[in-house]
């Protein structure tokens, strides 16, 4: 016997025969909750896979309007949506295709302060966004909350696929998003869609490959795409998997952080930190110029704003406040002595400096040219570096 209607036996037929899916599978679909974050380009066809599979509760999460712009990939809507919201209208369009299956809306930008909260709700989350503070966000949330992450993303003509934080059957998780990109890039370093472009058929690849790996983990069949990523180009059809090699980084995280901040994005209109200030007036300070201070015994703070992994591999025994959590540390920065600021490249230590200096008007802070890159190769040349 089975709990599944005479309609559902119908409707699933091509499933149930499948060979090691059966209604067993089934019925783990229709129990199943799955949170899509991001209705857009690679949540369309993500959605709609999944609503046609039967996955019983389907979460979501999208804060933008239609444009345009987005009928070109952007599948479930047409003409007549222009204007609404997509988190409602894929609801409402997906309840058409399968309207026995549940539909949670969040019309919502995910944050630090909601996303434990909504997230804690699902079986397994999809990351079906455009920007890195929410994929920095939703996989800390998840090795948090020991969830599955089913990671997608598109530029141009290609694209990637990978599984997160999946826990094996001796009860170890997988390589998470930080394995494989530790920090984030330049901020005006990426492109993003909307400047570079998108070939419109590419998120449906993409995301129909992410549905994919979410069948595959709620119904126990396959292997997933853990500790592997898969990137596809569309222009030659090559395939390449990059094998993740597991740098246990899950153990350094322990609460979500500002993860705009993180990724040198301010909150208005994701503008650059760097904006924020005059770059080229920031103070500096040389390799050569902070070994003169530290041999010399003069009193000064030193602060590493990179990440707890990246610290344990090579420091420079500086103060560890990671470049998230200053907004919620600024009281442990001096504003009686010199304070010397640095990270990989010095990048980040500028855009942490610049906040600071706007938001804080702090005077004394001196970022560490070239950051430890420049320290190992002028100083120490021996320093393991990363």
Same mark, same amino acid.
């Given at each position: 016997? !089975?709990?599944?209607? *005479?309609?559902?036996l119908k ?6 025969? /499948? ?21 857009? +380009? ?14 019983? *509760? ?30 409602? %209208? ?7 295709? &399968?309207?026995e299956? &549940? ?5 919502t ?29 939703l &996989?800390?949330?998840?090795?948090? #909350?020991?969830?599955p ?9 290609e694209?990637?696929v990978?599984?997160f934080n999946?826990?094996k059957?001796d +009860? ?28 419109g ?6 995301? %129909?490959?992410?549905? @994919? ?11 997933? /795409? ?9 222009e030659?059809?090559?395939? @390449?998997?990059? *094998? ?27 503008? !650059? #930190?760097?904006q924020?200030?005059?770059?080229n ?5 040389t390799?050569?110029?902070?070994k003169?201070?530290? =041999? ?12 707890p992994? =990246? ?7 500086g $103060? ?24 990989? !490249? ?10 600071? $200096?706007k938001?804080?008007h /702090?005077? &004394?802070?001196?970022n560490?040219?070239g +950051?430890? /890159?420049?320290w ?7 320093? $393991?570096?990363?």
């Open positions: 016997m !089975s709990d599944l209607s *005479k309609e559902e409707r699933y037929s091509r499933h149930i025969i /499948l060979s090691g899916f059966g209604i067993e599978g089934q019925m783990k679909l229709k129990n199943s909750t799955v949170l899509v974050v991001g209705a857009g +380009g690679l949540g369309c066809p993500v959605l709609l896979y999944l609503t046609a599979a039967g996955v019983g *509760k389907i979460g979501i999460v999208d804060n933008d309007t239609l444009d345009i712009t987005n009928l070109q990939r952007q599948v479930l809507y047409t003409v007549k949506d222009l204007g609404r919201k997509k988190a409602a %209208t894929s609801a409402e369009r997906l309840s058409q295709l &399968n309207p299956l &549940n539909f949670i809306p969040y019309d930008r995910l944050s630090s302060e909601n996303a434990l909260e909504i997230l804690r709700n699902y079986d397994v989350v999809v990351d079906c966004s455009d920007n890195f503070p929410t994929r920095y966000l &996989n800390d949330a998840c090795v948090l #909350l020991n969830k992450l089913v990671h997608g993303a598109i530029i141009k003509f694209g990637q990978a599984v999946y826990q059957s +009860g170890s998780f997988s390589s998470n998003y930080r394995d494989i990109f530790p920090v984030p890039p330049d901020a005006d370093s990426v492109l993003s869609c909307e400047e570079a472009g998108v070939l058929v590419l998120p449906g690849m993409i995301g %129909t490959i992410q549905a @994919n790996e979410v069948l595959k983990i709620i119904a126990g069949i396959g292997y997933p /795409l853990c500790d592997r990523l898969l990137m596809i180009d569309s030659t059809m090559e395939q @390449n998997i990059i *094998k993740i090699k597991n740098q246990q980084t899950r153990v350094t995280i322990t609460t979500l952080i500002d993860y705009e901040l993180f990724c040198g994005k301010s909150h208005d209109k994701n503008k !650059s #930190l760097r924020d200030a005059n770059i007036s920031m103070k500096e300070i390799v050569e110029e902070l003169e201070l530290k =041999e010399s015994g003069q009193d000064f703070q030193l602060i590493d704003v990179r990440e992994h =990246e610290y344990d591999i090579c420091n420079l025994e $103060e560890l406040i990671p470049m998230g959590q200053i907004p919620n540390n600024v009281d442990k920065i001096s504003k009686d002595k010199q304070v010397i600021v640095y990270c990989r !490249s010095g990048r980040r230590s500028a855009d942490i400096i610049s906040w600071l $200096e938001n804080h /702090l005077t &004394n802070l001196y560490l040219k +950051g430890i /890159l420049a190992a190769r002028e100083i120490d040349p021996e320093m $393991e570096m990363y």
